[in-house]
């Protein structure tokens, strides 16, 4: 494929870094309840914090489980200025507006600080081997950590 037609995020990663890893072909991500992403009102009008923004995906990504099949999980990939994307294996809060981002990126571990401002958060179903065990995402949100 020539670099024209290429999209600017396949022309700035690695060759061997797939766009995305292993789409589930027939799930699609379960629709979340407005009561589930607005139980308080006026926390979601507040000026939010990265703790927030992490509090709101943890949830999220537990109500997908609820609904996912066997053999689909729901996978969040980071995307920084620049291109680059890291599959996220854990979020955490560092402080008002920052996030450390650990996981790989090009199958190679890392980690990356950075304001919220300048992380795009992408979540998909990916299909995986049944009887491979769940890949956890965990999310340290006020000193504590959970998995989902």
Not at 14 to 36: A, G, Q
Not at 58 to 78: L, S
């Amino acid at each position: 494929m020539s670099d024209s037609y290429k999209t600017i995020i396949q022309q700035r990663q690695p060759e061997d870094v797939e766009i995305f890893h292993n789409v589930h072909p027939d799930v699609k991500p379960p629709k979340t309840d407005l009561d589930d992403l607005y139980h308080n009102h006026e926390e979601i009008n507040d000026y939010r914090s990265s703790g927030e923004l992490i509090r709101s995906l943890a949830n999220t990504i537990k109500q997908w489980r609820k609904h996912m099949p066997k053999d689909a999980e729901p996978t969040i990939v980071a995307m920084l200025n620049g291109g680059l994307q890291i599959q996220v294996a854990r979020l955490v809060q560092e402080s008002f507006h920052g996030i450390r981002i650990e996981g790989t990126a090009g199958g190679n571990p890392c980690m990356v600080l950075s304001h919220q401002n300048n992380v795009e958060l992408l979540c998909y179903v990916q299909k995986v081997p049944e009887e491979e065990p769940d890949r956890r995402i965990g999310f340290v949100i006020d000193g504590e950590e959970t998995e989902e």
